[in-house]
């Protein structure tokens, strides 16, 4: 059988308000300071054993509050009939104000009621039996020592409940600030990896596969073409690179300013791709089949194009066996931006410069962001297989505006 766990310690100020009432009750007793006459005949020695009954009440005010509110009840009637301690009621008081403040949410809120039944009994049975005015005292009388701490207690349990949800919102607010704080970095984090992986990524992969060519060919021509490409893109790269830098120490301290990514680059893009073709290797074809005197396409939906078609000529120009790449842009009324770059597939024993798998990982992210749907991998049609990179890009307000 389970051993009963013993009850909690009284509270240290609670065992002082013992001790003080129980010292000056008992100093009252022995002066003869008593409020009223005993009734019935009764001693006045049972005034000072119901002292100490409602003392060890006053142990119990905080951990078994209803239970001292009990014994100091019995101890208070105790009292009256022998003659009545002010200390006796004082500390009655202070059992129902601790009841009210310290017992559970239904008696809290059911003990001022019932004090205030007690108190208007109080008031009109006296009043209908000895039909005098002064009878009215006795509820006056009631009151003080019942309604008066029930509706303190309620009053300071209020307030206390009221500062402990401010003090859970307060806490829940700087949670939510310090998940969104996080979000934000993380979400920031992202972006630059995809900003730092666009800019440079392609210039890397030029330098390392003209930089295998000029390994492997022995032609002395080809070798310095190669050696021409490879330090046009490392200088690109670089720059590109101390522009970002730049953008990140200082966004307002930057001199030159970042040129925008745009469609109407796309030549100047497709014509650096061709460069960084090795010869009879890709022949890479634009088609833009975009309507004239279109509205302006939003910022961010241009800039994401635009890094679709870099990020899929980049992965062309590693992985794609020699043939033709298809760059297109279309746009059909009232629907999205569709991006289209397809470009030869074949068995290969191996990419000509390493990948990460994070180019597709950025070009899929930038698409949802705005969000739109992204399709790339290989198709079989009529020419045989092809690895196909599909985008289609809404030009709403919304998704515009999700990525700035």
């Given at each position: ?147 008066t701490p029930a509706w303190t207690g309620a009053v300071v349990r209020d307030h206390r409940e009221e500062a402990a949800a401010a003090r859970l919102e307060a806490e829940r607010i700087a949670l939510l600030a310090e ?113 004239d005197g279109a509205a302006p396409l939003p910022a961010p939906v241009e800039l994401a194009a635009y890094r679709v078609v870099q990020e899929s000529l980049t992965n062309a120009l590693k992985h794609a066996a020699p ?36 180019g597709l990982i950025g070009m899929r992210e930038r698409v949802t962001l705005l969000g739109g749907t992204l399709d790339a991998g290989p198709v079989t049609g009529p020419e045989g297989t092809v690895w196909r990179v ?15």
């Open positions: 059988m389970p051993s009963r766990p013993f009850p909690p310690r009284p509270h240290r100020h609670d065992v002082i308000i013992c001790l003080c009432g129980l010292l000056g009750g008992a100093l009252m007793w022995a002066a003869g300071l008593h409020n009223n006459p005993s009734f019935f005949g009764t001693p006045r020695w049972l005034g000072l054993i119901a002292l100490f009954v409602i003392s060890a009440a006053e142990l119990l005010r905080r951990t078994a509050p209803l239970i001292g509110l009990g014994m100091g009840t019995a101890a208070l009637a105790m009292d009256v009939v022998s003659g009545g301690l002010a200390a006796t009621m004082l500390m009655y008081t202070d059992l129902i104000y601790a009841s009210v403040i310290y017992s559970g949410p239904v008696a809290a809120r059911r003990l001022p009621r019932i004090c205030g039944l007690v108190t208007a009994l109080a008031t009109v049975v006296p009043l209908a039996v000895f039909r005098d005015p002064l009878a009215l005292l006795a509820g006056a009388f009631v009151a003080l020592l019942t309604l998940l969104d704080r996080r979000e934000a970095v993380v979400s920031e984090r992202a972006r630059m990896a995809r900003e730092l992986h666009d800019m440079v990524a392609n210039h890397l992969s030029a330098i390392a596969i003209h930089s295998t060519a000029a390994l492997s060919l022995k032609d002395p021509a080809a070798t310095d073409e190669a050696l021409g490409v490879i330090r046009e893109n490392s200088v690109r790269g670089l720059a590109e690179m101390r522009r970002l830098i730049g953008l990140l120490r200082d966004p307002e301290d930057v001199r030159e300013p970042a040129a925008t990514s745009t469609l109407d680059a796309l030549d100047t893009l497709l014509e650096q791709a061709r460069a960084n073709a090795r010869p009879g290797g890709q022949d890479i074809v634009l088609a833009d089949r975009r309507p043939g033709r790449v298809d760059v297109t842009l279309a746009h059909r009324p009232d629907g999205p931006l569709e991006v289209s770059v397809i470009s030869p597939y074949a068995d290969r024993s191996g990419p000509r410069a390493p990948g990460s798998g994070t599909l985008a289609a890009l809404p030009l709403g307000d919304e998704s515009a505006q999700r990525l700035s």
